[in-house]
């Protein structure tokens, strides 16, 4: 008679082995899921949050414009101040044509002669087409000069710029004639106005103003029937970025 073979045993895992290497499998199969989910998340977050502060940085350098700091400079920097070619094209917000930059800026003495390292007035003009956000049928005329006193011999900056105001307030009141409107503007360190409408529906809106020891015009002319409030749109445009080139470039 044949010896009977015992039947073969079976392969595997069985019982509490069994058992446990199935919740073993499953525990890593989770901390692997869950280590997953984490490591995309975590890049998620960071990807967005540099994505805010990049943001952020491109909006702080676009408001300080050419000044990165409101602190004033220990030098001149005479390659950076240049209000009608570099300041002016760079704030944003106002819709301006600079046609006529003249020759760029002009370096004197306080006198008007020769400039020196401890005598130095830089002054410049320009002109162009402003288009405004109010209502009108045609762009205004737009023009802008300054004098800037950026070094004197007897350390009286201050002084001086506050005479060239004086003076620049009676020339925009003699220009305009019989102006309508006219008074204190809160515009800078200080400004004041001259509105004026003629009896061709045009108006002109002029604007003298001083930062530190800077002296600057604004005039304004539209062929329609704009009011001073039109006018005032558009210049406090110009202030926040001429605040602060003006109060970084002119040097401590």
């Given at each position: 008679?044949?010896?009977?073979?015992?039947?073969?045993?079976?392969?595997g895992?069985?019982?509490?082995k069994?058992?446990?290497?199935?919740?073993?499998?499953g525990?890593?199969?989770?901390?692997?899921?869950?280590?997953?989910?984490?490591?995309?998340?975590?890049?998620?977050?960071?990807?967005?949050?540099?994505?805010?502060?990049?943001?952020?940085?491109?909006?702080?350098?676009s408001?300080?414009g050419?000044?990165?700091?409101t602190?004033?400079r220990?030098?001149?920097?005479?390659d950076?101040?240049?209000?009608?070619?570099?300041?002016?094209?760079?704030?944003?917000?106002?819709?301006?044509?600079?046609?006529?930059?003249?020759?760029?800026?002009?370096?004197?003495?306080?006198e008007?002669?020769?400039?020196?390292?401890?005598?130095?007035?830089?002054?410049?003009e320009?002109s162009?087409?402003?288009?405004?956000?109010a209502?009108?049928?045609a762009?205004?005329?737009?023009?802008?000069?300054?004098?800037?006193?950026?070094?004197?011999?007897?350390?009286?900056?201050?002084?001086?710029?506050?005479?060239d105001?004086?003076?620049?307030?009676?020339?925009?009141?003699?220009?305009?004639?019989?102006?309508?409107?006219?008074?204190?503007l809160?515009?800078l360190?200080?400004?004041?106005?001259?509105y004026?409408?003629?009896?061709?529906?045009g108006?002109?809106?002029?604007?003298?103003?001083?930062?530190?020891?800077?002296?600057?015009?604004?005039?304004?002319?539209?062929?329609?029937?704009?009011?001073?409030a039109?006018f005032?749109?558009?210049?406090?445009?110009?202030?926040?970025?001429?605040?602060?080139?003006?109060?970084?470039?002119?040097?401590?």
């Open positions: 008679m044949a010896e009977e073979k015992a039947p073969p045993r079976k392969q895992l069985h019982g509490w069994a058992a446990a290497a199935v919740f073993g499998c525990t890593l199969a989770a901390f692997g899921t869950f280590g997953i989910v984490v490591v995309i998340l975590g890049s998620f977050l960071s990807t967005l949050s540099s994505g805010f502060s990049d943001s952020g940085n491109d909006e702080v350098g408001v300080a050419a000044a990165q700091t602190s004033p220990d030098e001149f920097v005479s950076k101040f240049d209000l009608c070619e570099i300041s002016l094209p760079a704030i944003s917000g106002v819709n301006l044509l600079l046609h006529d930059k003249g020759e760029g800026p002009v370096d004197t003495s306080i008007g002669g020769e400039p020196s390292q401890e005598n130095l007035v830089r002054s410049d320009c162009g087409v402003l288009h405004p956000d209502s009108t049928s762009p205004w005329e737009f023009r802008f000069s300054y004098r800037a006193i950026i070094f004197s011999p007897k350390g009286d900056r201050d002084e001086i710029s506050q005479d105001l004086e003076k620049w307030r009676e020339g925009a009141e003699s220009y305009l004639g019989s102006s309508q409107e006219s008074g204190d809160d515009f360190d200080q400004a004041y106005f001259f004026s409408a003629g009896a061709d529906g108006a002109d809106y002029v604007v003298v103003t001083r930062k530190r020891s800077a002296v600057l015009e604004f005039s304004m002319s539209s062929r329609d029937g704009n009011s001073p039109h005032r749109n558009e210049l406090v445009k110009f202030e926040n970025h001429l605040d602060l080139a003006l109060q970084n470039m002119i040097p401590s």
